[in-house]
């Protein structure tokens, strides 16, 4: 109650039973048609290729980065987008994340609301009253929600509050066998045994977003709690959440068993103020990890205007039909170098070094990334009109150097990552 107050545990009797069936079949039909791939990421200037398997589904043109590495979301299916999936049966798995999505957003409110974690406004007046009302309202048409569920009351600025940190715009679903995995490294500080996933902290999240989690372990006959001697610790067959608190190894640890079907919520900082891992049970697992990615600089729409305003400094001849450049000043050259460097490096070699396995559900990113290509090769021939530009005589001197040497950082570091990128 002292040290991990904002860890929040739903049993699976809690959830509703269809639902389980729909998230549990979605989770076998994405293994069945090979959807879980293992990353390459990028760990201290090295690459490791991840244990467990891992997809990401979500919001259309959302992308979440972790490790150097940036995943693209599977689309799940949205109103006005023209979404054409693989398979109706892969149609399906994601129909059913975005459901239990719209169920994990709910619970993580409720959680909010009942430990206060949202400033509450002293004073009450029928505006605060209508706009409850209509709080209510919108929470019942996110579907799935009983009515007696919405009768909640909460101000319309801590809605907004609430409502940015519990809409989960994606899911990072994990799986992995652990009798194939020929290693897992010891938990080092409370002996928790074998961990799937090193103790971490989720990156690249909204602040104080809630993460939820549901977990899905195929038990069998043949993994059954071991109950006949008393374990000191945990039960090694059994699939736990570790939790600790940041930067601490003297407040215990807290290791919580997850069975099938169960879920648990981080709520508010707590995945700032602790760190997590996951510890190996004997059998496969799945899990949907719900998060409010933080997608400011991770959006479709966000790059494709980053391209719009660096191409503005780009002309065409109306007569010839040549291309020159607009300006020369050294800010807007950096800029426009700079955001050729952002899509080449976090879009378009991101989207490739493992982008084709994306086809095995949706050819959704195919249209947008050649769209970013033909953005990219006009850039090129930007960078190739500033050399020719700085290249002339009638160049002022000291305007020249100062382009020359502003331009020359962002070249050496395109060269830099390009090499990069060839060895990954």
Not at 188 to 206: I, K, Q, T
Not at 270 to 287: E, I
Not at 381 to 397: A, D, N, P, R
Request: charged share 25%; net charge negative; proline share 4%.
């Amino acid at each position: 109650k002292t040290k991990y107050s904002k860890l929040i545990f739903g049993k699976s009797d809690t959830v509703p039973e269809d639902l389980h069936q729909m998230v549990q079949e979605g989770f076998l039909t994405l293994r069945k048609h090979d959807c879980f791939f293992q990353d390459l990421v990028r760990i201290k200037g090295k690459d490791f290729v991840t244990p467990v398997s891992r997809i990401l589904i979500g919001n259309p043109g959302c992308t979440y980065k972790y490790l150097n590495t940036r995943l693209f979301t599977v689309p799940w299916p949205t109103e006005g987008y023209d979404i054409n999936y693989c398979s109706p049966q892969i149609q399906d798995a994601c129909k059913a994340l975005i459901r239990l999505n719209d169920y994990l957003h709910i619970e993580a409110v409720k959680a909010l609301q009942g430990q206060n974690l949202f400033e509450p406004k002293e004073t009450k007046d029928t505006t605060v009253i209508d706009r409850e009302q209509n709080f209510a309202t919108s929470l019942t048409e996110k579907g799935s929600v009983s009515k007696d569920q919405s009768s909640c009351c909460v101000p319309e600025d801590d809605y907004i509050s609430l409502k940015n940190r519990t809409s989960y715009n994606l899911t990072l679903l994990n799986y992995m066998d652990p009798l194939q995995m020929l290693y897992l490294k010891q938990e080092p500080y409370f002996g928790m045994g074998s961990m799937a996933v090193s103790w971490h902290h989720d990156e690249n999240l909204v602040e104080r977003s809630t993460v939820a989690v549901y977990s899905y372990s195929c038990e069998g006959s043949a993994v059954e709690e071991s109950n006949e001697q008393k374990l000191k610790g945990r039960d090694p067959a059994v699939w736990h959440v570790g939790l600790k608190v940041a930067w601490d190894i003297e407040t215990p640890g807290l290791a919580i068993p997850l069975h099938q079907g169960d879920f648990y919520l981080m709520l508010d900082d707590l995945n700032m103020t602790h760190q997590h891992c996951v510890l190996a049970g004997f059998s496969p697992r799945f899990s949907s990890t719900h998060r409010v990615a933080d997608c400011s600089r991770g959006t479709l729409e966000y790059i494709f205007g980053q391209c719009e305003l660096a191409l503005q400094n780009l002309q065409t001849d109306s007569d010839s039909k040549a291309l020159s450049l607009k300006s020369l000043e050294t800010a807007v050259v950096k800029q426009v170098e700079e955001i050729h460097n952002e899509v080449e490096f976090e879009w378009l070699r991101q989207f490739w070094f493992q982008g084709k396995r994306y086809l095995k559900c949706t050819d959704w990113w195919l249209k947008p990334m050649a769209k970013l290509e033909e953005f990219w090769r006009k850039m090129e021939i930007m960078t190739s009109l500033v050399l020719s530009e700085v290249g002339k005589e009638e160049q002022i001197e000291e305007q020249r150097n100062e382009t020359i040497s502003c331009f020359l950082l962002v070249l050496t570091e395109r060269q830099r990552l390009r090499k990069e990128w060839t060895a990954r």
